[in-house]
Nanobody, 119 residues
Framework: QVQLVESGGGLVQPGGSLRLSCAAA????????MGWYRQAPGKQRELVAS???????NYADSVKGRFTISRDNAKNTMYLQMNSLKPEDTAVYYC?????????????WGQGTQVTVSS
């Protein structure tokens, strides 16, 4: 089992910045993928950015150049630095960890943190 706890959400004005954190605990495989997803009201959950333990990062086109995903593997923590925020970035942001093992994929989700971009 893996537990994921997000933090860092809040209310910010357009053009502002926020940094989200996702702390992971439990049975984390050496080969894994961590990522940030978001879900706005009335919309499907979508990928924001992902960072496999074995490969390069991946970003949604809508956040490229504004958001940066990073990981501190020693602390089992993932971050999302969000700059130049726009009202359309308003959503609940979720952390996801996928363990990749011989038995297949195991997915875990955090509880989500609300990000509201508004003046």
């Amino acid at each position: 089992q893996v537990q994921l706890v997000e933090s860092g959400g809040g209310l910010v004005q357009p053009g502002g910045s926020l940094r989200l954190s996702c702390a992971a605990a439990g049975s984390i495989y050496s080969r894994n993928i961590m990522g940030w997803y978001r879900q706005a009201p009335g919309k499907q959950r979508e990928l924001v950015a992902s960072m496999p333990s074995y490969s390069s990062t991946n970003y949604a086109d809508s956040v490229k150049g504004r958001f940066t995903i990073s990981r501190d593997n020693a602390k089992n923590t993932m971050y999302l630095q969000m700059n130049s925020l726009k009202p359309e970035d308003t959503a609940v942001y979720y952390c996801r960890l996928t363990n990749l093992g011989p038995g297949g994929r195991l997915d875990y989700w955090g509880q989500g943190t609300q990000v509201t971009v508004s003046s």
